[in-house]
Nanobody, 125 residues
Framework: QVQLVESGGGLVQAGGSLRLSCAASGRIFSIHAMGWYRQAPGEQRELVAAISALGATEYSDSVKGRFTISRDNGKNVVYLQMNSLKPEDTAVYYC???????????????????WGQGTQVTVSS
């Protein structure tokens, strides 16, 4: 099993920044691609950013140029740096990990088999 624990969420004014962290433990050797999803009330969970085992990245159009995903394999942590935050970024943010042994980016939610508990990000206008 793999455990994922997110941290770094909170309340921030529009235009501000936050950095989310996701610490992985357990059978971490089985983790390959990782991603950050978010879910706003009444909305479906959506992919925000993904990173492959080799460090390739992908972003949703809504956050491209503002958010940066990165990973520190030595510390078993993945980060999401969020800049120029907007009220529409308000959501619960989830870290996800895929055990599928591929080197590519994983973009589909069905391929992620480990999830964190989520951390709330609230952006005030």
């Amino acid at each position: 099993q793999v455990q994922l624990v997110e941290s770094g969420g909170g309340l921030v004014q529009a235009g501000g920044s936050l950095r989310l962290s996701c610490a992985a433990s357990g059978r971490i050797f089985s983790i390959h691609a990782m991603g950050w999803y978010r879910q706003a009330p009444g909305e479906q969970r959506e992919l925000v950013a993904a990173i492959s085992a080799l460090g390739a990245t992908e972003y949703s159009d809504s956050v491209k140029g503002r958010f940066t995903i990165s990973r520190d394999n030595g510390k078993n942590v993945v980060y999401l740096q969020m800049n120029s935050l907007k009220p529409e970024d308000t959501a619960v943010y989830y870290c996800a990990a895929a055990s599928t042994p591929v080197l590519r980016i994983v973009s589909h939610i069905s391929e992620y088999n480990y999830w964190g508990q989520g951390t709330q990000v609230t952006v005030s206008s």
